[in-house]
Every structure is written in C-alpha cells, then in structure tokens.
C-alpha cells in the first residue's frame, strides 16, 4: 500500500509585493507539481499579475471553496477569494 500524496494549502502573500510572482513561478514547475496536491487561496487577479510578471500561463482551475478545489498532484487547484481589487494596489518598484 502506497501513501498518498502530500497535501499542501499555499495562501498568496503580499499583492504589492513579489509574492505573486513568486507563487506563479513555483505554479509553473510542473515537476515539482507533481510531488504534491496543492491547493492555493486567493485572488485570482492577483496571480493573474504574478503571470505577467513572471512571464508564463498558469493552466489552474479556480473553486469556491475547499469542498470543490480537486487538486491532485500535476494538478493545482485554486480557492477563489476577492478581498480587494488588484488595481488599487500600488505595487512594490526596484
């Protein structure tokens, strides 16, 4: 009998900060995608900056809540949360 999988639950940081790119990239290494079921909280608005930021396209699916996130590993799930809108948030410059 096999374990199963890890389970992890990643809640987005900082939107003004590098987080949101951060988390877009670790999104994209389908390799390590594939050790867990990652399941993310937040705005997907935001993540959609860490994508521009970042510079790739993240193929996630977003839930309303925990009961309907189906992540599996290879396949993150997104928990859908719309606290603040992404525009009026001036962002971190170097």
Avoid: C, H, W
């Avoid at 809640?11 to 003004?16: I, T």
């Avoid at 977003?62 to 962002?91: H, N, Q, W, Y």
Wanted: no cysteine; hydrophobic share 50%; glycine share 10%.
């Amino acid at each position: 009998m096999t374990a199963p999988p890890p389970r992890l639950t990643i809640a987005m940081g900082d939107p003004a900060g590098i987080s949101p790119e951060l988390l877009a990239n670790l999104l994209s290494r389908t390799e390590l995608l594939a050790l867990a079921a990652v399941t993310v909280i937040g705005d997907r608005r935001v993540l959609a900056l860490g994508e521009r930021a970042a510079g790739v396209a993240l193929d996630i699916e977003t839930a309303g809540g925990f009961d309907k996130a189906a992540a599996m590993p290879g396949k993150p799930g997104f928990v859908g949360r719309r606290p603040l809108d992404p525009a009026t948030i001036p962002t971190a410059a170097a």
